[in-house]
T-cell receptor, first 110, second 115 residues
Framework: GQNIDQPTEMTATEGAIVQINCTYQTSGFNGLFWYQQHAGEAPTFLSYNVLDGLEEKGRFSSFLSRSKGYSYLLLKELQMKDSASYLCAVRWYNNNDMRFGAGTRLTVKP | DAGVIQSPRHEVTEMGQEVTLRCKPISGHDYLFWYRQTMMRGLELLIYFNNNVPIDDSGMPEDRFSAKMPNASFSTLKIQPSEPRDSAVYFC?????????????FGPGTRLTVL
């Protein structure tokens, strides 16, 4: 199968840390992307992982474990503007086909 | 760079009418993707092109949908005849496969409403 699973909704407090998980069931894995999408806008690229480990980019970090089919997006020092949907997307080997998860809608509260 | 350009931004039409959505990818990108997004089904890949050639159209819902890419700077997605269930936001994205990292850049989308 090519299921990509992530929680539907999450809520966190401004200034806190939140972790959004993504699991996938697929063979031929060749990369995982995280995108951010604000309501009414297009998805924008956040991070890319193809090897195991943690990729850090400012307040955002993304982790990948290929053997477990698992990734997470870590958001630190949450700001109100981080309220958005976060989409996990998986690419398959030797092509540019990419499938998106349903997205996790994050609400940051004061 | 202007980014991916889509037109129109909003389209309202009646059932049975033909709808044409347009996309201009980022200059130099050799991949172009068409997606559809709804609340129920999320973001779905419809079709993608590499160097103007359709590679995978398995996501196209049915024969009412067709896509073309006559040159590297222009693509269309056509729905004929349109139906209310086609109402969605249609995104175009482009990418350049450089060193295996082919980040897709999305256009602003076309919000289609079929009455």
């Amino acid at each position: 199968g090519q299921n990509i699973d992530q929680p539907t909704e999450m809520t966190a407090t401004e200034g806190a840390i939140v972790q959004i998980n993504c699991t996938y069931q697929t063979s031929g894995f060749n990369g995982l992307f995280w995108y951010q999408q604000h309501a009414g806008e297009a998805p924008t690229f956040l991070s890319y992982n193809v090897l195991d480990g943690l990729e850090e980019k400012g307040r955002f970090s993304s982790f990948l474990s290929r053997s477990k089919g698992y990734s997470y997006l870590l958001l630190k020092e949450l700001q109100m503007k981080d309220s958005a949907s976060y989409l996990c997307a998986v690419r398959w080997y030797n092509n540019n086909d990419m499938r998106f998860g349903a997205g996790t809608r994050l609400t940051v509260k004061p | 760079d202007a980014g991916v350009i889509q037109s129109p931004r909003h389209e309202v039409t009646e059932m049975g009418q033909e709808v044409t959505l347009r996309c201009k990818p980022i200059s130099g990108h050799d991949y172009l993707f068409w997606y559809r997004q709804t609340m129920m089904r999320g973001l779905e890949l419809l079709i993608y092109f590499n160097n103007n050639v359709p590679i995978d159209d398995s996501g196209m819902p049915e024969d009412r949908f067709s896509a073309k890419m006559p040159n590297a700077s222009f693509s269309t997605l056509k729905i004929q005849p349109s139906e209310p269930r086609d109402s969605a936001v249609y995104f175009c994205a482009s990418s350049w496969n450089r060193e295996g990292k082919d980040t897709q850049y999305f256009g602003p989308g076309t919000r289609l409403t079929v009455l």
